[in-house]
């Protein structure tokens, strides 16, 4: 298995899986349950995806040493700010059945999300934690909760993929030692990405899908990749990525295929402040 070193010398597989969208606790229970069997090792949920307690459910019927999975989680807005972010961990440990968590993230950029870092800190100084970091953070928001704190965060989940690369975000993550972790990774099939002329066309040469080149793409930029699915074969496909390395005119052909914009949220947009701002749920 491929891991990469965090800044705080943590390891993480690059391979993950996630699990946004699978809101049927047996279908997120067995889809989890077959992505372990498949061996993967990272498994990211979050708060508001209302699936912690399946993926704990999987982890434990797996049968593999919890200190073997990488378990990642997220702070939701409605629960920004320090103490609400303290209490929502404890449930979030309670969901997943277990007493620590791997990599703990606040979700958005939006709220009090001073008063969660400071409480991640203290739970990261703890041991509660052993990476604490963000999503969807643009370069200026970053920067400025690493000028304003004491850890810098270890990962930026952020929306990535061929089509939306972020690059100029990618350059400061990199000056700080921020390890990108790709939501999203097909672009949750938006655009034709599954069969896209230049990935297909990649892929052709190695005998691999345009999802395969889409994976091995961000393994070899260091970018780690949580793709989602519920199908055994598709999660299989998925992690069958090791046997073959696209070649630097592979690379800059993927790497044109840039748009430089977001296709699925763009952090900045009113509609979305409001929209994500009135999701709330019972943890
Ligand atoms: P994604 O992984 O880009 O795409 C998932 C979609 O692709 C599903 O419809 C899935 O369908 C399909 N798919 C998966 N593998 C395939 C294959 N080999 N061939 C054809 N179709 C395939 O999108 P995502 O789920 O939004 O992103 C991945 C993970 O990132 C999430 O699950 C979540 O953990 C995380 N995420 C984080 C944030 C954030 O704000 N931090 C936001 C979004 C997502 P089936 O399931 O039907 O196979």
């Known amino acids: ?32 349950l077959t992505a372990l069997q498949t061996g993967y090792r990272l498994i990211d949920t979050a708060a508001c995806y209302g699936n912690e ?10 049968g ?14 409605q629960d920004a700010g320090y103490e609400k972010t303290k209490c929502s961990f404890e449930k979030t440990l309670e969901n997943l059945q277990t007493d620590y968590l791997d990599l703990y993230l606040i979700h958005m950029p939006y709220g009090d999300y001073y008063g969660s870092w400071r409480a991640m800190e203290e739970l990261y100084n703890a041991g509660k934690i052993r990476a604490i970091g963000v999503c969807n953070f643009e370069a200026d928001r970053l920067v400025d909760l690493i000028l304003n704190s004491q850890v810098v965060p270890a990962v930026n989940q952020v929306e990535l993929h061929p089509f939306c690369q972020q690059k100029q975000l990618r350059e400061v993550m990199y000056h700080y030692e921020i390890t990108p972790m790709a939501w999203a990774p097909f672009a ?29 793409w961000l393994r070899q930029s ?7 699915s519920v199908h055994r074969e598709r999660i299989e496909e998925n992690s069958d ?17 840039d748009t430089g914009k977001s296709q699925i949220l763009d952090i900045r947009s009113l509609l979305e402040v409001y929209r994500l701002f009135n999701i709330r749920f019972v943890q």
């Open 1 to 32: 298995m491929n891991v990469i070193k965090l800044n705080n010398y943590v390891e993480v597989p690059q391979l993950g899986f996630g699990v946004f969208q699978i809101t049927d606790e047996e279908e997120c229970r067995k889809s989890v």
């Open 53 to 62: 307690r399946a993926v704990g459910q999987a982890v434990k019927e797996s």
């Open 64 to 77: 593999i040493d919890r200190k073997d999975i990488f378990l990642t989680s997220k702070v939701w807005i």
């Open 188 to 216: 949750e099939g938006r655009n034709g990405i599954f069969t896209n002329e230049t990935l297909t066309d990649i892929g052709r040469q190695y005998g691999k899908k345009p999802s395969q080149v889409i994976l091995r």
């Open 222 to 228: 260091g970018i780690i990749a949580i793709p989602k």
């Open 241 to 257: 990525i090791d046997f073959f390395r696209l070649t630097e005119e592979d690379l800059i052909r993927i790497s044109q295929m």
